[in-house]
Nanobody, 123 residues
Framework: QLQLEESGGGSVQPGGSLRLSCAGLGFALEAYAIGWFRQAPGKKREGLSCISSPDASTYYADSVKGRFTISRDNVKNTVYLQMDNLSPEDTAVYFC????????????????WGQGTQVTVSS
């Protein structure tokens, strides 16, 4: 069964950094486009970034462009989201997603979703 497992969430002070990891369990992530989404309480789900397959093109929402970086490590079967210069507005549950079609991830309808990892930014 295809599963995604996020890790790396936690609490950090404003201006700090975190690196989220998304591991593929039972399948090769390199064959899938991978996206990161987040949802904060009372807010709509927001697409943050995606990385396509097989060319690994990357895309970012304006809200995170220049602060977040998505990358793949095919040997470790993991996709990362490096998050820098975090602010309280980044507090949310972060989800990793996968789909064979880059467009599905880009337009917010990927088939596979992880359980999410909490990121809290506060002083």
């Amino acid at each position: 069964q295809l599963q995604l497992e996020e890790s790396g969430g936690g609490s950090v002070q404003p201006g700090g950094s975190l690196r989220l990891s998304c591991a593929g369990l039972g399948f090769a992530l390199e064959a899938y486009a991978i996206g990161w989404f987040r949802q904060a309480p009372g807010k709509k789900r927001e697409g943050l970034s995606c990385i396509s397959s097989p060319d690994a093109s990357t895309y970012y929402a304006d809200s995170v462009k220049g602060r977040f970086t998505i990358s793949r490590d095919n040997v470790k079967n993991t996709v990362y989201l490096q998050m820098d210069n975090l602010s309280p507005e980044d507090t949310a549950v972060y989800f990793c997603t996968a789909d064979p079609r880059t467009q599905a991830v880009f337009y917010g309808t990927p088939f596979y979703w992880g359980q999410g990892t909490q990121v809290t930014v506060s002083s």
